[in-house]
């Protein structure tokens, strides 16, 4: 049991948009900053988005974050086959003093 | 260019113990905070222990705190994961990752090792 919330999967077709949710409380996503990792298959997770809206260095404008309150949101525009993979929220959570992902959503393009 | 190299995994009996290594370069090893993170097969991330630029915080999962000892040592440029008492449950890929700046974000990834606790 992860202790943010996202939704197991997701999917949509080429060229189109798709939001992931995560969800978490006050002391974890309320109270910091969201980053966003993406995982290709057989591959290490790599940074997507970090401060709830930053992207790094080399990371395509087609990706965003968002957060409002205890929740946050990735955003992929213009769906690409090879944005198939698995995608993570993380944090930190203030109260318990450990770091803390979701459960992880697999993206499927159809 | 950051490289991040972990080692030192491999099989393990129920109870039996491993180290972990991360050997980094490409970066300053001692300006930043490092974290271990790990993945059971078909599973998602599991955040396991992270360690303040100097070595003075540690910070550990609930599930592994008695049992790992997350260290480093900036003269060799090296972050260390000690596993006591390993249990089936610790069976994953343990990735090690730099923390820029804040604890809980991480910008580069080493591409793992497998630790297999079986009998």
């Known amino acids: 049991q992860s202790v943010l919330t996202q939704p197991p999967s997701v999917s949509a077709a080429p060229g189109q948009k798709v939001t992931i949710s995560c969800s978490g409380s006050s002391s974890n996503i309320g109270n910091n900053y969201v980053s966003w990792y993406q995982q290709l298959p057989g591959t290490a997770p790599k940074l997507l988005i970090y401060?709830?809206?930053k992207r790094p260095s080399g990371i395509p404008d087609r990706f965003s974050g968002s957060k409002s309150g205890t929740s946050a949101t990735l955003g992929i525009t213009g769906l690409q086959t090879g944005d198939e993979a698995d995608y993570y929220c993380?944090?930190?959570?203030?109260?318990?003093?450990?770091?803390?992902f979701g459960g992880g959503t697999k993206l499927t393009v159809l | 260019e950051v490289h991040l190299l972990e080692s030192g995994g491999g099989l393990v009996q129920p109870g039996g113990s491993l180290r972990l290594s991360c050997a980094a370069s490409g970066f300053t090893f001692s300006n930043y905070a490092m974290t271990w993170v790990r993945q059971a097969p078909g599973k998602g991330l599991e955040w396991v222990s992270a360690i303040r630029e100097s070595g003075d915080r540690t910070f550990y999962a609930d599930s592994v705190k008695g049992r790992f000892t997350i260290s480093r040592d900036n003269s060799k440029n090296t972050l260390y994961l000690q596993m006591n008492s390993l249990r089936a449950e610790d069976t994953a890929v343990y990735y090690c990752a730099k923390s820029p700046g804040r604890l809980g974000l991480f910008d580069f990834w080493g591409q793992g090792t497998l630790v297999t606790v079986s009998s």
């Open positions: 993380g944090t930190w959570d203030s109260s318990l003093s450990v770091g803390v």
């Open positions: 401060d709830n809206n």
